[in-house]
């Protein structure tokens, strides 16, 4: 099948990409010329393990192209995605006008009949909105159908080869058929392909994202309560997902959640909320709790300072939002980050991918270490942020020799309590007690 993918952000290459492994030819489009002339240099512009091989290996055989010309990629194409950013306002909602705007140009373009697949994540309506534009420039027919991604950063190419569904909206029997054969080789093993109408499509994403932060957010409200009552929240944590009906996953607690679709998504669906004149309390609460969560660490290293940052050197471990990415988006680090400089710390940080992008964003404001350990050097105290494996097992004796005290404030659990003790730190952490030199 000839495919047509309309931007190449994170979400566009990897559907782009992982379209053409199963044999389909693939074209993406973007407006961004170094992007597309690096793209066609063989070199990825996300990091997302997994992603490099497929994109090499169907670029080499024909299936994966790059272009910024959108006549040319559209042109006998059967389906063309709309992967493009949908960025809030300042109020919340989802900014449209980059799908809205491909939608018009291409509908100037069409002459024959051509499936176009929302892949973005966009409020209830889109549809229609998108559908109306069509109408409004086109006699051509076309089924405008939301599809929307289900892709966790840094397991996206497994998710998208092996999905554990996939969501596909309209009510065009025509349209049906032509998804239901595109994506009939990524559910052999019986996972389905939900068809349903548009709007329920639609909701279907932002609730489903709202849910998972809804939890983290829950988990994150249980480990400050543990921590003042004496519980252990990893004890808790295990009760509770014991139990089929809460499940194990999304119950780490933490520095909240961050990234490009939680945050975003939430936001969106409370604005679409107060549009519809509805009070949808626990969204409002979860992004008030997340906003409070992002910045535990530092009030926890004010009171272990006694509100004295200033001058003293800080080691950060992480800067993504997660690990096996390179995305800083709504990243916890940044504003634990922008806390700590306002109070006068001296920053040094490292990550093992996502220090280029904070250079962008920071400058020369923090330092940056070539390794974990080169941050580490007369630092008053390390904060872990991101929970790379390479920070699961370091050299706890290497660690203590560097630091000028041997202080750790976890935001990601990493570590055993009593390894802590028997190493002789002070090791705060998130919903646990707290071990005191």
Same mark, same amino acid.
């Given at each position: 099948?000839? *495919?047509?993918?309309? %931007? ?10 992982? @379209? ?17 002339? =690096? =793209? ?12 490099? @091989? ?27 995605? /709309? ?9 919340? !909602? ?12 291409? !509908? ?18 889109? !549809? ?50 032509? =998804?239901?054969? @595109? ?23 932002? !609730? ?13 409200? #249980? ?8 519980? &252990? ?12 009906? *809460? ?11 961050? %990234? ?21 309390? #626990? ?30 050197? *800080? ?21 634990? *980050? ?24 920071? %400058? ?35 660690? %203590?020799?560097? /630091? ?5 404030? &976890? ?5 055993? @309590? ?16 707290? #071990?005191?030199?």
């Amino acid at each position: 099948m000839k *495919i047509a993918v309309v %931007g190449t952000g994170y979400v566009g290459l990897v559907t782009g990409t992982c @379209l053409a492994e199963t044999g389909n030819t693939v074209t993406c489009v973007d407006v961004n010329e170094e992007k597309v002339k =690096m =793209m066609l240099a063989f070199k990825l512009p996300i990091y997302e393990p997994g992603l490099d @091989l497929l994109f090499h290996r169907n670029i080499e055989q024909g299936r994966l192209k790059f272009t910024t010309n959108l006549a040319d990629a559209i042109s006998d194409a059967q389906i063309i995605y /709309l992967a493009l950013p949908t960025p809030p306002n300042g109020d919340g !909602a989802a900014d449209l006008s980059y799908v809205l705007g491909a939608a018009k140009d291409i !509908a100037k373009l069409i002459t024959e009949y051509k499936v176009i697949v929302t892949k973005s994540t966009v409020p209830v309506g889109t !549809a229609d909105k998108v559908i109306k534009v069509f109408k409004d420039n086109t006699s051509v027919e076309v089924d405008v159908v939301s599809n929307p991604e289900f892709l966790r950063e840094g397991v996206a190419v497994e998710d998208f080869m092996k999905p554990d569904r996939v969501v596909v909206g309209t009510e065009s029997v025509r349209a049906q058929k032509l =998804m239901a054969e @595109l994506y009939g080789p990524y559910v052999r093993q019986g996972n389905p392909i939900i068809f349903m109408d548009a709007r329920s499509s639609e909701l279907t994403k932002y !609730a489903a994202n709202s849910f998972l932060a809804t939890k983290i957010t829950f988990m994150n409200e #249980i480990a400050n309560l543990c921590e003042l009552v004496g519980a &252990d929240v990893d004890a808790v944590r295990k009760g509770i997902g014991s139990d089929d009906r *809460i499940g194990k996953r999304f119950l780490f607690p933490g520095v909240g959640y961050g %990234g490009s679709c939680f945050p975003k998504d939430v936001q969106a669906l409370a604005h679409s909320a107060r549009e519809n004149k509805y009070d949808f309390k #626990i969204l409002e609460s979860v992004m008030e709790v997340n906003n409070i969560q992002r910045k535990v660490l530092v009030e926890k290293m004010r009171k272990y300072y006694s509100g004295q940052l200033k001058g003293k050197k *800080i080691a950060i471990w992480g800067l993504a939002f997660k690990p096996e990415t390179d995305d800083i988006r709504e990243a916890p680090a940044l504003y634990i *980050i922008e806390e700590l400089l306002k109070d006068g710390a001296i920053i040094s940080a490292f990550d093992p991918e996502a220090i280029s992008n904070v250079k962008k964003v920071l %400058g020369d404001k923090i330092h940056f270490g070539e390794n974990q350990y080169d941050i580490l050097k007369d630092a008053d105290a390390l904060v872990i942020v991101t929970e790379w494996s390479v920070f699961r097992t370091p050299d706890f004796d290497r660690v %203590g020799s560097l /630091l000028k005290s041997k202080v750790i404030f &976890d935001g990601r659990n990493l570590y055993d @309590l009593q390894k802590m003790i028997d190493s002789g730190y002070y090791y705060n952490s998130i919903g646990r007690k707290t #071990i005191s030199i």
